[in-house]
Nanobody, 123 residues
């Protein structure tokens, strides 16, 4: 089993940047795809970005493409989400998870969710 812990959230003005981290403990996450999701109040959890086990292939939701960048360092058991040009609509709790199924954008393909880190973007 792997435990995941997100960090790096906070309050930022529109146009600003944040870098989220997802640290894994227990069994390492190398060999598994990983993903970032977010959930705003009253809304369903939605896919943000995904990355292959090697880090060579990345996937993004259309809403963040060109602004966010996902990466991972398997030696450090850590995944990152660099968020630039933040918008108020990016405000949400952000979660990382380990992919265990084939559908990259579906929450049902992920397990071992972290506790989330809050990102708030003010206008």
């Amino acid at each position: 089993q792997v435990q995941l812990a997100e960090s790096g959230g906070g309050l930022v003005q529109a146009g600003g940047s944040l870098r989220l981290s997802c640290a894994a403990s227990g069994r390492t996450f190398s060999g598994s795809g990983m993903g970032w999701f977010r959930q705003a109040p009253g809304r369903e959890r939605e896919f943000v970005a995904g990355i292959s086990w090697s880090g060579e292939t990345t996937y993004y939701a259309d809403s963040v493409k060109g602004r966010f960048a996902i990466s991972r360092d398997n030696a450090k058991n850590t995944m990152y989400l660099q968020m630039n040009s933040l918008k108020p609509e990016d405000t949400a709790a952000y979660y990382c998870a380990k992919r265990v199924g084939p559908a990259i954008e579906l929450t049902t393909s992920y397990a071992y969710w972290g506790q989330g880190t809050q990102v708030t973007v003010s206008s």
